[in-house]
């Protein structure tokens, strides 16, 4: 235990305490999400489940509210709660394929890149600076647009197209600086594989600015599920989406039923907030040049 | 000194800003859809045709409150036989740029519309076989095959101007619209607003209100935000969802009519699926809690059908009724026609064309996985969903339906007669439903001359429809609108939903 | 130097060409437009009819021959819609759309880089805590969503502000503006702000990070010594250095702009591009959509190579080759 909170990594994570409290609320939303069929009240999309007789009900608390709907419901009858809970699922596993998808291809082609050099270097970076002035979000309204149907995966690849560009860049960058090292070029002496030396001796050299990336990305590809469900290019409509489901609520708020966009809006907002708490924490930690101090 | 002629100049700015503002308009409508075009051929839906109706004149037209045929650039028409109408033109009318109507206009008008460049007309347009104008004031139209509902359709089929239209280029043609109507083009931006003038040389007279703005809103929300901020007098499609705000606004008052169209959900009887079996059908229908969906989903603004057409159309019978909401029995019938655990359904319909199209989609789903049915939901925007209806894609399927004719027979071999291309039937059949012996009687119907005898033969044709389960009516939908109290305007709805603004007065 | 823009402009060209290829391509396969050209009542033949008349029923390469041909002299073809030129039609709604992201960059810009030296200069203050704060909220709140914050408080409850459209608006030549009006600026406020959210938080952290590290500087230090007025060595020795990263990366996000903007205006019912290419997305539009990307692609090239000169030009250490 003492070992283990001396590590200094551990031990400056302790002393931050907004650190801390992204971590715990990124977890807790995780847990959520995880266990959602466990843990909300109902499954919204079990049709069979849904009662249309409890439309439009207020939250637990307020008149006409019912206990069994703790935030209220839709205009499905669906309950505020565990349409989030489901929601979530959706965000984070939209988030988390993303990153992972967008990372190890940015990884492969960044190594490659650098590594190389030349004409595939230069073909893979003029793609990634093309892609990269048009933006993610950009692409990826655009790309959904065109397509006829839609759903996670068609989402997920959207924004893969353009995701990848930020890690290959800072990996080429990197691998250009690793590769001169004495060990790599020891090891290509003894006869070493290109495939031994890339992912022996360089990726774990360059791998450390990746973690700060993703933790970055995880926020932002969340948001942007979330804002392509919402312009209803996103996710399907039988799928739960927090986008969605504000999208649905913005019709209401005219009615004096604000509960249909807060509860979802405020959900996005504090998990992309304790993302973002996370990953600054990360980010300073890992780029010691720029000290933090607020 | 350079700072006090920067900071004079700024307040001068300021001070001026509020001259340049626009003086307002004596009425100001919001809509719920833009318009597409100002070329009165280039979309038949309702929306663009109660833009074209204030700029152009039909040969009939339909005033309200019960949308009537009566004359309006024709004075009387006629059917000589199954084949021929003949039109008596009004003398003395002015196109907006001071040309003269006469019988040219009309026989380049119905001629421009069969070319597929300028008209999505091209169903009435194919059906004429030739024009001939004996005199400036005779039109006589023969069509290819009978169409008893040919006159039917003359109040959205806008005249335009011959000599003008030939000259313009296309550009200039779709966006500045030149016509006989009781109002002036002015002004059309773009996702902002459309503004016209009174004509004072307007045949019926000129019209009260002489400056007038339509302004589009799309989005329910701000719709209403609209009239709630006194920026629109009167509000066209009140969001379902802010009814009852508005009926507690004191200042803002609810006007509803029963609308033509008929929501319902499609079904055929393709050999070899569940549907073929009648029972199953009836259980579909059986299922679904029609009396809950009006209360909950339309706020009550919505009647329950026990038909497709509405009551102003030709073969309507106030003799049908709808099967009772029954699950048990709806199980019931599922098991003895074989199915006691049910089936795989996918429900499709749009989710952007009818009010709550999508929240009854789901609402039917739900009813039915409660009979026990596996259902899966696919509702899509409406650019994609009637794409694969045309291709019969869907087996069970959401729609709605309401026929510019007032004739049933029109509606009938479009959306009942078996599928059959060379003949053009059944385009909107989408779930390939097919009875010979009903095709046999619409397509005898259509023959009939007088008037009584071919509703008695389309209100059979209906009921038929409706026993064999062709469809499963779910209700009329209500046009609702908003008026404020201040403008002290007297406003009366139409049928067709058309803002016909000659029609409002002070 | 004038080698280094041809090599970008050959590239430039490249670029659009591939981007309209694969519009081509995925339109193959998606939505067919016969349907809405041909009009609600129309049979099946009638269909055909509109197809042949219209070219779609050509093979792809043929079309997309065909579209090459016209874009080259400028014709993007008609919008499906309104039969309208394409262009003339995305053109008509270029003002509102730049009056909206110009407002939004200026705004995003000033108060984005003030705040970020004001961050700088205090780092442990209860304000610079505050507007960290803040700009952890920028990035942290999705664009629509603050879209709907602001109008749900601002024009729902508190009846401020107008929550749609451009209000009244001056034709002046071709341009309709919406700034001479006290009812278009009031307009302006809400989607504007909205639109600069992100951005400026972006700025201001961009910002921030450039000064602490130019305000540890030897140069300034001697400028402090010198006992040169602080606001000069802020803006004029120290700003100035930190600007040009931040104004480089501002301008080659661009491309984020465009798209905030699309959700921005479907909030706003701002009548802009964006608005415009959401509803051609919805109705099947392919002439327009194709149109906008490709004018939206070609934008944004334009500004990465300005971009690009600008840093040369005000970095002599750059080299083009």
Same mark, same amino acid.
């Given at each position: 235990m003492r070992r283990f909170t001396e590590n200094a990594f551990v031990y400056s994570f302790l002393r931050d305490p907004s650190a801390i409290f992204g971590a715990v609320l990124m977890l807790a939303f995780a847990f959520c999400a995880l266990f959602a069929p466990a843990i909300a009240p109902m499954n919204p999309y079990d049709l069979a489940s849904i009662d249309l007789g409890n439309f439009l009900l207020t939250p637990a608390w307020m008149d006409g509210g019912s206990l069994s709907f703790p935030l209220g419901t839709d205009d499905q009858g669906r309950g505020i709660l565990s349409t989030m809970l489901y929601g979530m699922r959706t965000s984070l596993l939209v988030g988390f394929t993303v990153v992972t998808v967008s990372s190890v291809l940015g990884i492969l082609l960044g190594m490659v890149g650098g590594y190389y050099g030349g004409l595939l270097d230069a073909f893979i970076m003029r793609c990634a600076d093309t892609v990269f002035s048009f933006s993610t979000t950009l692409l990826a309204i655009l790309l959904l647009g065109v397509f006829e149907s839609r759903n996670i995966w068609t989402v997920v690849f959207a924004i893969c197209i353009a995701g990848w560009v930020k890690y290959a860049r800072t990996i080429r960058g990197s691998v250009l600086e690793v590769k001169e090292n004495a060990y790599v070029t020891a090891a290509r002496a003894s006869g070493a594989r290109d495939a031994r030396i890339l992912f022996r001796h360089i990726l774990p050299n360059v791998l450390p600015p990746v973690f700060v990336l993703m933790a970055v990305d995880l926020a932002v590809v969340i948001m942007l599920e979330s804002t392509l469900s919402f312009l209803g290019v996103g996710v399907p409509i039988t799928e739960p989406s927090l986008g969605m489901m504000i999208s649905i609520g913005k019709n209401y708020i005219y009615a004096g039923m604000w509960w249909m966009v807060l509860f979802p809006g405020m959900t996005l907002i504090l998990l992309v907030v304790a993302i973002n708490l996370f990953s600054d924490w990360l980010r300073d930690e890992m780029n010691p040049k720029l000290a933090r101090n607020t | 000194m350079k700072r006090k002629i920067l900071i004079s100049a700024l307040l001068m700015i300021f001070t001026a800003l509020p001259s340049l503002a626009l003086a307002k308009a004596d009425l100001t409508v919001a809509v719920d859809a833009p318009p597409k075009s100002m070329n009165p051929h280039s979309y038949n839906s309702d929306a663009n045709l109660s833009y074209m109706s204030n700029f152009f004149d039909g040969l009939l037209q339909r005033p309200a409150p019960e949308g009537k045929l009566t004359p309006a650039l024709a004075t009387a028409w006629e059917r000589q036989d199954a084949l021929t109408w003949k039109f008596t033109l009004r003398k003395g009318v002015k196109f907006h740029n001071g040309n003269p109507f006469n019988a040219a206009d009309v026989k380049f008008t119905f001629e421009r519309m069969k070319d597929p460049k300028f008209s999505k007309f091209l169903n009435i347009a194919n059906s004429i076989a030739s024009i001939d104008t004996p005199d400036d004031y005779t039109v006589i139209f023969r069509t290819v095959k009978p169409v008893p509902w040919f006159a039917e359709t003359m109040h959205q089929n806008f005249i335009v101007d011959k000599e003008s239209s030939e000259n313009r280029d296309s550009g200039d043609y779709n966006t500045r619209p030149i016509g006989t109507g009781a109002y002036r083009f002015v002004e059309w931006v773009k996702g902002s607003y459309i503004r016209m003038e009174a004509n004072p040389d307007y045949w019926e007279g000129a019209p009260q209100l002489k400056t007038v703005e339509i302004k589009p809103i799309t989005e329910d929300a701000t719709r209403f935000a609209a009239i709630a901020a006194r920026q629109a007098d009167i509000l066209s499609g009140v969001p379902v969802p802010l009814i009852d705000r508005i009926k507690k606004t004191p200042t803002i008052e609810l006007i509803s009519r029963p609308a033509r169209r008929c929501i319902y959900m499609d079904l055929g009887n393709r050999p070899g699926t569940p549907y073929a079996d009648i029972r199953v059908r009836k259980a579909i229908a059986m299922a679904i809690n029609e009396d809950e969906i009006v209360k909950t989903i339309m706020r009550g603004q919505a009647t329950p059908a026990a038909q497709v057409p509405d009551q102003a159309t030709i073969g309507y019978d106030p003799t049908l009724t709808r099967l009772p909401y029954d699950p048990e029995g709806a199980k019931a019938l599922l098991k003895e026609a074989g199915y006691p655990d049910g089936f795989e359904i996918t429900i499709a319909g749009p989710n952007?064309? !009818?009010? *709550?199209d999508k929240q009854i989609c789901e609402a039917v789903a739900k009813y039915l996985a409660k009979i026990g049915l596996k259902v899966t939901l696919d509702v899509k925007p409406k650019s994609i969903f009637f794409e694969e209806l045309a291709s019969h894609k869907h087996a069970f399927y959401l729609i709605g339906w309401m026929d510019g004719s007032y004739d049933f027979g029109r509606s009938a071999e479009m959306l %009942?007669?078996? %599928?059959d291309k060379d003949k053009g039937?059944?385009? !909107? *059949?989408g779930a390939m439903y097919s009875n010979p012996e009903l095709d046999n009687a619409i397509v005898a119907s259509a023959a009939i001359l007088d008037r009584d005898a071919r509703e008695k033969a389309l209100q059979a044709v209906n009921r038929t429809s409706v026993e064999d389960l062709a469809w499963i009516p779910l209700h009329y939908q209500q046009d609702v609108y908003a008026a404020l109290k201040a403008s002290k305007l007297k406003f009366t709805p139409r049928p067709d939903r058309w803002i016909v603004v000659k029609e409002i007065k002070k | 130097m004038a080698r280094y823009i041809f090599q970008r402009m050959i590239q430039g060209v490249i670029v659009l060409l591939a981007v309209s290829f694969i519009c081509f391509l995925i339109f193959r396969f998606t939505g067919d437009p016969v349907l809405m050209l041909a009009g609600k009542y129309a049979t099946q033949q009638e269909r055909e009819q509109v197809r042949v008349a219209y070219g779609l029923d050509k093979p792809f390469y043929v079309q997309y021959a065909s579209f090459l041909g016209n874009a080259l002299q400028g014709n993007f073809g008609k919008s499906y819609v309104s039969q309208v030129d394409a262009l003339d039609t995305i053109l008509e709604r270029f003002p509102a759309t730049f009056e909206l992201a110009l407002s939004a960059i200026l705004i995003s810009f000033v108060v984005g880089v003030s705040l970020g030296v004001v961050v700088s200069l205090r780092p442990g203050g209860a304000l610079s805590r505050l507007i960290m704060a803040g700009s952890l909220g920028g990035i942290s709140v999705p664009t629509f969503l603050m879209g709907i914050i602001w109008v749900m408080v601002f024009a729902v409850y508190l009846e401020w502000l107008p929550p749609f459209g451009r209000g009244d608006t001056v034709q002046i030549g071709p341009w309709r503006t919406g700034f001479l009006t006290l009812d278009g600026l009031t307009h302006l406020i809400m989607p504007a702000l909205t639109l600069s959210g992100y951005q400026l938080a972006v700025l201001l952290r961009l910002t921030r990070a450039g000064m602490r590290e130019v305000l540890g500087e030897e140069y300034i230090k001697t400028a402090w010594a010198k006992g040169l007025p602080p606001f000069k060595v802020i803006v004029k020795h120290a700003l100035r250095n930190v600007l040009i990263p931040v104004v480089t990366i501002a301008g080659l996000s661009f491309g984020e702009l465009i798209a905030f903007s699309i959700v921005t205006e479907s909030i706003f019912q701002w009548p802009g591009m964006g608005s415009l290419l959401l509803v051609s997305i919805f109705e099947t539009d392919h002439p327009v959509i194709v149109t906008y990307i490709m004018l939206a692609a070609f934008i944004i090239l334009a500004i990465n190579i300005l971009v690009d000169l600008l840093y040369g030009w005000l970095n002599p250490r750059i080299q083009y080759d």
């Amino acid at each position: 235990m003492r070992r283990f909170t001396e590590n200094a990594f551990v031990y400056s994570f302790l002393r931050d305490p907004s650190a801390i409290f992204g971590a715990v609320l990124m977890l807790a939303f995780a847990f959520c999400a995880l266990f959602a069929p466990a843990i909300a009240p109902m499954n919204p999309y079990d049709l069979a489940s849904i009662d249309l007789g409890n439309f439009l009900l207020t939250p637990a608390w307020m008149d006409g509210g019912s206990l069994s709907f703790p935030l209220g419901t839709d205009d499905q009858g669906r309950g505020i709660l565990s349409t989030m809970l489901y929601g979530m699922r959706t965000s984070l596993l939209v988030g988390f394929t993303v990153v992972t998808v967008s990372s190890v291809l940015g990884i492969l082609l960044g190594m490659v890149g650098g590594y190389y050099g030349g004409l595939l270097d230069a073909f893979i970076m003029r793609c990634a600076d093309t892609v990269f002035s048009f933006s993610t979000t950009l692409l990826a309204i655009l790309l959904l647009g065109v397509f006829e149907s839609r759903n996670i995966w068609t989402v997920v690849f959207a924004i893969c197209i353009a995701g990848w560009v930020k890690y290959a860049r800072t990996i080429r960058g990197s691998v250009l600086e690793v590769k001169e090292n004495a060990y790599v070029t020891a090891a290509r002496a003894s006869g070493a594989r290109d495939a031994r030396i890339l992912f022996r001796h360089i990726l774990p050299n360059v791998l450390p600015p990746v973690f700060v990336l993703m933790a970055v990305d995880l926020a932002v590809v969340i948001m942007l599920e979330s804002t392509l469900s919402f312009l209803g290019v996103g996710v399907p409509i039988t799928e739960p989406s927090l986008g969605m489901m504000i999208s649905i609520g913005k019709n209401y708020i005219y009615a004096g039923m604000w509960w249909m966009v807060l509860f979802p809006g405020m959900t996005l907002i504090l998990l992309v907030v304790a993302i973002n708490l996370f990953s600054d924490w990360l980010r300073d930690e890992m780029n010691p040049k720029l000290a933090r101090n607020t | 000194m350079k700072r006090k002629i920067l900071i004079s100049a700024l307040l001068m700015i300021f001070t001026a800003l509020p001259s340049l503002a626009l003086a307002k308009a004596d009425l100001t409508v919001a809509v719920d859809a833009p318009p597409k075009s100002m070329n009165p051929h280039s979309y038949n839906s309702d929306a663009n045709l109660s833009y074209m109706s204030n700029f152009f004149d039909g040969l009939l037209q339909r005033p309200a409150p019960e949308g009537k045929l009566t004359p309006a650039l024709a004075t009387a028409w006629e059917r000589q036989d199954a084949l021929t109408w003949k039109f008596t033109l009004r003398k003395g009318v002015k196109f907006h740029n001071g040309n003269p109507f006469n019988a040219a206009d009309v026989k380049f008008t119905f001629e421009r519309m069969k070319d597929p460049k300028f008209s999505k007309f091209l169903n009435i347009a194919n059906s004429i076989a030739s024009i001939d104008t004996p005199d400036d004031y005779t039109v006589i139209f023969r069509t290819v095959k009978p169409v008893p509902w040919f006159a039917e359709t003359m109040h959205q089929n806008f005249i335009v101007d011959k000599e003008s239209s030939e000259n313009r280029d296309s550009g200039d043609y779709n966006t500045r619209p030149i016509g006989t109507g009781a109002y002036r083009f002015v002004e059309w931006v773009k996702g902002s607003y459309i503004r016209m003038e009174a004509n004072p040389d307007y045949w019926e007279g000129a019209p009260q209100l002489k400056t007038v703005e339509i302004k589009p809103i799309t989005e329910d929300a701000t719709r209403f935000a609209a009239i709630a901020a006194r920026q629109a007098d009167i509000l066209s499609g009140v969001p379902v969802p802010l009814i009852d705000r508005i009926k507690k606004t004191p200042t803002i008052e609810l006007i509803s009519r029963p609308a033509r169209r008929c929501i319902y959900m499609d079904l055929g009887n393709r050999p070899g699926t569940p549907y073929a079996d009648i029972r199953v059908r009836k259980a579909i229908a059986m299922a679904i809690n029609e009396d809950e969906i009006v209360k909950t989903i339309m706020r009550g603004q919505a009647t329950p059908a026990a038909q497709v057409p509405d009551q102003a159309t030709i073969g309507y019978d106030p003799t049908l009724t709808r099967l009772p909401y029954d699950p048990e029995g709806a199980k019931a019938l599922l098991k003895e026609a074989g199915y006691p655990d049910g089936f795989e359904i996918t429900i499709a319909g749009p989710n952007d064309r !009818y009010i *709550n199209d999508k929240q009854i989609c789901e609402a039917v789903a739900k009813y039915l996985a409660k009979i026990g049915l596996k259902v899966t939901l696919d509702v899509k925007p409406k650019s994609i969903f009637f794409e694969e209806l045309a291709s019969h894609k869907h087996a069970f399927y959401l729609i709605g339906w309401m026929d510019g004719s007032y004739d049933f027979g029109r509606s009938a071999e479009m959306l %009942v007669h078996t %599928v059959d291309k060379d003949k053009g039937m059944g385009v !909107y *059949n989408g779930a390939m439903y097919s009875n010979p012996e009903l095709d046999n009687a619409i397509v005898a119907s259509a023959a009939i001359l007088d008037r009584d005898a071919r509703e008695k033969a389309l209100q059979a044709v209906n009921r038929t429809s409706v026993e064999d389960l062709a469809w499963i009516p779910l209700h009329y939908q209500q046009d609702v609108y908003a008026a404020l109290k201040a403008s002290k305007l007297k406003f009366t709805p139409r049928p067709d939903r058309w803002i016909v603004v000659k029609e409002i007065k002070k | 130097m004038a080698r280094y823009i041809f090599q970008r402009m050959i590239q430039g060209v490249i670029v659009l060409l591939a981007v309209s290829f694969i519009c081509f391509l995925i339109f193959r396969f998606t939505g067919d437009p016969v349907l809405m050209l041909a009009g609600k009542y129309a049979t099946q033949q009638e269909r055909e009819q509109v197809r042949v008349a219209y070219g779609l029923d050509k093979p792809f390469y043929v079309q997309y021959a065909s579209f090459l041909g016209n874009a080259l002299q400028g014709n993007f073809g008609k919008s499906y819609v309104s039969q309208v030129d394409a262009l003339d039609t995305i053109l008509e709604r270029f003002p509102a759309t730049f009056e909206l992201a110009l407002s939004a960059i200026l705004i995003s810009f000033v108060v984005g880089v003030s705040l970020g030296v004001v961050v700088s200069l205090r780092p442990g203050g209860a304000l610079s805590r505050l507007i960290m704060a803040g700009s952890l909220g920028g990035i942290s709140v999705p664009t629509f969503l603050m879209g709907i914050i602001w109008v749900m408080v601002f024009a729902v409850y508190l009846e401020w502000l107008p929550p749609f459209g451009r209000g009244d608006t001056v034709q002046i030549g071709p341009w309709r503006t919406g700034f001479l009006t006290l009812d278009g600026l009031t307009h302006l406020i809400m989607p504007a702000l909205t639109l600069s959210g992100y951005q400026l938080a972006v700025l201001l952290r961009l910002t921030r990070a450039g000064m602490r590290e130019v305000l540890g500087e030897e140069y300034i230090k001697t400028a402090w010594a010198k006992g040169l007025p602080p606001f000069k060595v802020i803006v004029k020795h120290a700003l100035r250095n930190v600007l040009i990263p931040v104004v480089t990366i501002a301008g080659l996000s661009f491309g984020e702009l465009i798209a905030f903007s699309i959700v921005t205006e479907s909030i706003f019912q701002w009548p802009g591009m964006g608005s415009l290419l959401l509803v051609s997305i919805f109705e099947t539009d392919h002439p327009v959509i194709v149109t906008y990307i490709m004018l939206a692609a070609f934008i944004i090239l334009a500004i990465n190579i300005l971009v690009d000169l600008l840093y040369g030009w005000l970095n002599p250490r750059i080299q083009y080759d």
